[in-house]
């Protein structure tokens, strides 16, 4: 089976034929120090793969391209590693890739009830690649933080546990829009919530300011998209314990929960990882934590709990975003398919939040709007939202996952 796959994917990524690595000769030389550098560069990243242990040969093609095909979960891809690197290559792409194999588009397309998978991109060939441009993750960066020789990590690996997360979100998306309530109050799939609103235009919008005073509420025109925020008790103190833990720095995790009717439901906040780097107003969370502590969390609930945006404190009374924070939220926006809300926490001296709605224009542009928030279990209306999973639900869930080819 997994030979199959993989020969199907050596012959649609390349014409060329996948000589089994280790044949080929070495070519470095040790002449040129540039080169022998770029040489060691290339090696780090095939002794890093070969040593992940992936599951799959690395190969490399008679280009002397290095291919890795690997799994997450029940999704295969393919690594490619092109024989420029650590130079972009000839067409001046970036010189590495993963591929979407199993499932292709159209079947990711079919999981996800029709709504296109994210992050997507196609190249000269029509094979479909993961841009890896989403959530708090740049190829594009991380490729020039490397190129410009301040990485100390291979760069497969850090493009390895991005796929992980992007597998992480799209099966949360598989879920939510595969799971019914009971009630006939359902909420809303990602797909459902983008037809029953008009695709967003900047200019429909029209005077919505950028950032909105929080204080200023009063006539305030309502998103339809995101007309209030309701927080669990729970996701409320867990979000205070945090921010109080790390009372002099900026820290700051992930919010899951659900949205039905426009109203979005954070049930739960997580914290941003032992790994998570704090400074004074800045913080950089630990995303295979994140990714790990959503996945744990999530299918702890009998509705497993969608990736709903982000929250952080800032210094002083500061309750806008920094344009930092503007290119998070712009891509946690998008990842997310229909925006996202996106908290600050101040403490004047109180603890203080602020919830906004986040969307992203076609030119990159991100728009804010202000929610109203209100906090409590008492304000879910819906109660299957709280629920925990029974033993039943998870086998249940399991036999779905195994029937669709886990
Ligand atoms: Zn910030």
């Given at each position: 089976m997994r030979d199959e796959r993989q020969t199907l994917t050596l012959h649609t990524i390349s014409t060329s034929a996948g000589l089994p690595?280790?044949?080929?000769?070495?070519?470095?030389?040790?002449?040129?120090m540039r080169k022998l550098s770029d040489a060691q560069l290339f090696e780090r990243e095939r002794d890093y793969l070969l040593s992940a242990n992936l599951g799959f040969p690395l190969r490399m093609t008679a280009d002397r391209d290095l291919q890795q095909p690997f799994q997450v979960d029940s999704f295969t891809f393919l690594l490619t590693i092109h024989h420029t690197f650590p130079r972009r290559t000839e067409?001046?792409?970036?010189?590495i890739r993963v591929y979407l194999v199993m499932p292709n588009e159209e079947e990711l397309t079919r999981l996800l009830s029709g709504r296109r998978p994210w992050d997507i991109r196609h190249d000269a060939g029509g094979s479909a690649y993961l841009a890896c441009e989403q959530g708090r993750f740049s190829l594009f960066q991380e490729y020039s933080r490397f190129s410009s020789g301040r990485a100390e990590r291979p760069l497969s690996e850090k493009v390895l546990s991005h796929v992980r997360q992007w597998v992480r979100g799209v099966r949360c998306a598989i879920e939510s829009n595969r799971k019914k309530y009971p009630h006939g109050t359902l909420p809303p799939s990602l797909r459902d919530l983008n037809r029953t609103v008009a695709p967003f235009s900047p200019a429909a919008v029209?005077?919505?300011?950028?950032?909105?005073?929080?204080?200023?509420?009063?006539?305030r025109k309502e998103n339809p998209r995101c007309r209030r925020v309701v927080l669990s008790d729970r996701a409320y103190i867990q979000i205070y314990n945090e921010s109080r833990a790390r009372i002099r720095t900026e820290t700051g995790g992930l919010l899951l929960g659900h949205y039905e009717n426009g109203v979005w439901y954070v049930v739960e906040a997580s914290d941003p990882g032992i790994n998570a780097k704090f400074f004074s107003a800045y913080h950089e969370g630990d995303d295979v934590y994140e990714n790990h502590v959503c996945g744990v969390i999530s299918r702890t609930y009998k509705h497993p709990l969608v990736f709903l945006g982000m929250w952080h404190r800032h210094p002083g009374s500061l309750d806008t975003f920094s344009s930092t924070d503007d290119v998070t939220n712009g891509k946690y926006a998008v990842s997310a398919g229909n925006g996202c809300v996106s908290a600050i926490v101040n403490y004047d001296p109180d603890f203080r939040l602020t919830f906004y709605y986040v969307e992203r224009g076609r030119q990159g542009e991100v728009y804010y709007t202000r929610i109203d928030t209100q906090v409590g279990d008492g304000y879910i209306a819906n109660k299957e939202m709280m629920k925990l999973a029974t033993i039943a639900d998870v086998n249940e869930r399991d036999a779905a996952n195994d029937s669709r080819g886990r």
């Open positions: 690595f280790g044949v080929m000769p070495r070519v470095a030389t040790i002449t040129d067409r001046l792409d970036l010189p029209g005077g919505r300011a950028k950032y909105t005073d929080g204080r200023l509420s009063a006539g």
